[in-house]
Each structure stands twice: as structure tokens, then as C-alpha cells.
């Protein structure tokens, strides 16, 4: 099963409402909030960039 954001939709609060997204630039209209998501996105990212790279370097 696919989660919110990977189907496209906007991430839901604990309440159960929706995030705020300015729809222009893509972003959460609460800048801590788009500060999390953006440190939660990329710990989440970096071990992956680190694995290509290592073998990349071995190619």
C-alpha cells in the first residue's frame, strides 16, 4: 500500500487535516514545516546517495 505522499497527496497531520501546500512553488505554507520535511527527506536520501556513489567509484 502506497503512503499519501507517494501517491501525490498531501502529508495529514496527527489531527487528521491536511497540510498546507502553496501550490505555486510546491512548498508547505509553514516554513517549519517545510524545514522538517526537507531534514526528514534528506537523512532519509543520504544513505542511498552514499551506496550510488561508492559504486560508482568501483565502475
Not at 2 to 29: H, V
Request: glycine fraction near 6%; charged fraction near 25%.
Amino acid at each position: 500500500m502506497q503512503s499519501s505522499l507517494e501517491r501525490g497527496a498531501a502529508p495529514e497531520k496527527e489531527s487528521g487535516a491536511q497540510y498546507d501546500l502553496n501550490m505555486l512553488t510546491m512548498t508547505f505554507r509553514d516554513r517549519g514545516m517545510e524545514k522538517r520535511y526537507a531534514r526528514d527527506t534528506l537523512s532519509r536520501a543520504l544513505p542511498l546517495v552514499r551506496i550510488s556513489l561508492f559504486f560508482v567509484a568501483i565502475l
